[in-house]
């Protein structure tokens, strides 16, 4: 089993202090224009999608209009993060990702992204949590997490495994099964959500750890069979489809989960305007009926919270890059 890895007092130092002392902005005024929210994938994937949802209310809370711009591309998202790292630290341009671009990529890529999150990125907040599906082609015999070990062990190097990219969170939890099963998988990246569940659908890949808010539709649609769920919980609308923790797997516990982080040196002021922000706009009941519908429940704390978070994932996952010995192709 693997253990998770220990979090170091100065990494959460860094992440949830980031930005005191920093030049203090015209934050009185702030904002006086649109302000860009990039997102480091392409259209149609799950962080694309609830970025859409969130950005019509947060502008009309702000009272400015809100520009989603997708920046895909680089190792786990690294174009658009560096983007927005090398931005003017005034709060008008943020990034909204989810583990990517600041967790699971930097662990995977740290001299090829060219930036330390903790050092670039100030946190602002936390948004929401979705639960991850574990799925399988219909074409795949097994129908529990159990069965899907022990056709995996008897097919070695055979059965192949989707994510989004290399250093993706999904792409480390399939290193993570295999530490944990000892099945010998094959892991094949795409190029975002959409074309991952293309070559699922297809047949060209056997599994998936997806978020609910993008693989639901096709499991209701019978393209897909859900195996487990990588959460904590059992999710509603899957009220027979065990957790991995039910499985018996508990180190594959692994949540979707969507925040926003603006460049080092943004001022507190600004900060924490940002923050009661998008805390307002995720407040409303049409919009939490909006992100419940794709699986996603609020979750939104203050910015040092978030970096304490962040922290504990970089940990983990600079954890499962060691044990698995995960190389930068």
């Known amino acids: 089993m693997i253990m998770r890895a220990l979090i170091t007092a100065s990494l959460c130092a860094g992440w949830a202090l980031h930005g005191i002392g920093a030049a203090q902005a015209q934050s009185q005024t702030y904002p006086n224009r649109p302000i860009r929210m990039v997102v480091p994938f392409p259209a149609g994937g799950p962080t694309d999608g609830m970025a859409r949802i969130i950005s019509d209310r947060l502008g009309a809370v702000l009272g400015q209009s809100i520009i989603v711009e997708n920046r895909g591309g680089g190792a786990g998202g690294s174009i658009g993060a560096k983007a927005v790292a090398t931005a003017d630290p005034d709060g008008y341009t943020i990034l909204i990702t989810p583990g990517g671009a600041l967790t699971s990529g930097p662990a995977v890529h740290k001299e090829k992204i060219g930036y330390d999150p903790v050092k670039v990125f100030v946190p602002v907040g936390q948004l929401i949590e979705a639960p991850i599906i ?130 080092a040196r943004t001022s507190p002021e600004i900060i924490s305007k940002l923050n009661g922000a998008f805390r307002e706009s995720l407040n409303p009941p049409e919009t939490r009926a909006r992100l419940a519908n794709l699986g996603a429940e609020i979750k939104i704390g203050t910015p040092a919270e978030f970096g304490e978070f962040l922290a504990e994932e970089l940990a983990k996952w600079n954890g499962v890059v060691k044990a698995a010995n995960i190389k930068v192709q």
Do not use: C
């Not at 495994?161 to 480390?172: D, E, I, K, V």
């Not at 019978?222 to 195996?227: C, E, S, V």
């Open 134 to 263: 574990m799925s399988v082609h219909p074409d795949v015999p097994a129908k529990s997490l159990a069965e899907l070990v022990a056709y995996a062990k008897a097919n070695p190097g055979k059965i192949s495994w989707g994510s989004q990219g290399f250093g993706t969170a999904p792409h480390l939890l399939s290193e993570l099964f295999k530490l944990e099963t000892g099945a010998d998988i094959v892991h094949v990246p795409f190029r975002g959500t959409a074309p991952m569940l293309a070559g699922i659908i297809a047949g060209q890949v056997q599994i998936v750890a997806d978020p609910s808010t993008t693989s639901l539709p096709h499991i209701e649609a019978g393209k897909l069979r859900p195996i487990a769920v990588n959460s904590k919980q059992r999710i509603a609308k899957l009220p027979n489809v065990p957790t991995v923790i039910e499985a018996g797997f508990p180190n594959l516990e692994n949540t979707f989960w969507l925040g926003v982080v603006a460049p």
